[in-house]
């Protein structure tokens, strides 16, 4: 079984640019997942979604951080513009209706 | 890859000793508990989970216990590999389904020396 695949693994932007990432859930997983996981701590919630619908998105900087899960597949997580302290790894996982999470390898983000 | 942890409390032993990594949670909602293993480069990994109407649970290798009195989580590794040098977090959720999202721990620094 495939697991959770993000892209790109690595990105490097300016302060006030863009960057979008790409996470590609377990197939037939209906619950996915956006963590933001600073240098030194636990990740932790972004949003969650349930098939294509926002169950949470409270902890979300919805200023700058939007997030959507088209079709209840593959999800997109983007910052605009970015902050230095948006420099973290961002996580996606995904489940089965809310059981045990496969996490992705992660995009790592640097914003100088 | 990247380095996880770099600032986290940091557990050393030798290989073939047994680990004990601890963990206090503060959500006394909290009904689903579970521990995570995070090696340099990639995403959390599960290792074992327990709910709230158990105190013990036993996996291969790994046992974690569960103190809800005195809201404390410990994973027990039998016999220390150098594999299993890591970043060890606990996570934990309200609800026994774990339908909703994880909250996780500040994380361990596990170092097996060979």
């Known amino acids: 079984e495939a697991g959770v695949a993000q892209s790109p693994r690595y990105k490097i932007i300016e302060k006030r640019q863009s960057v979008a990432f790409w996470c590609n859930p377990i197939s037939g997983h209906a619950t996915l997942y956006w963590y933001q996981q600073i240098l030194g701590q636990g990740p932790k919630l972004l949003i969650q979604?349930?098939?294509?619908?926002?169950?949470?998105d409270s902890q979300l900087p919805k200023d700058r951080f939007s997030a959507e899960r088209l079709k209840g597949v593959d999800s997109t997580l983007k910052i605009q513009p970015a902050k230095l302290e948006d420099s973290a790894v961002y996580l996606c996982?995904?489940?089965?209706?809310?059981?045990?999470?496969?996490f992705g390898p992660g995009t790592r983000l640097t914003v100088t | 890859g990247e380095s996880v942890g770099l600032h986290l409390p940091t557990l050393s032993v030798q290989e073939g000793d047994n680990s004990i990594i601890n963990c206090a949670y503060s959500n006394s909602a909290s009904d689903y508990f579970i521990w995570y293993k995070q090696e340099s480069g990639k995403g959390p990994q599960f290792i074992i989970d327990?709910?709230?109407?158990?105190d013990k649970r036993q996996g291969q290798r790994v046992t974690v216990l569960l103190n809800k009195t005195v809201k404390h989580l410990s994973l027990q590794i039998a016999a220390t590999q150098p594999g299993d040098s890591a970043v060890y977090f606990c996570a934990e959720t309200p609800g026994a389904t774990g339908r909703r999202a994880l909250t996780f721990g500040s994380g361990t620094r596990l170092q097996v020396q060979p």
């Open positions: 327990i709910r709230s109407n158990m």
């Open positions: 979604f349930q098939n294509n619908g926002v169950v949470d």
């Open positions: 996982a995904s489940s089965f209706y809310g059981a045990e999470q496969y």
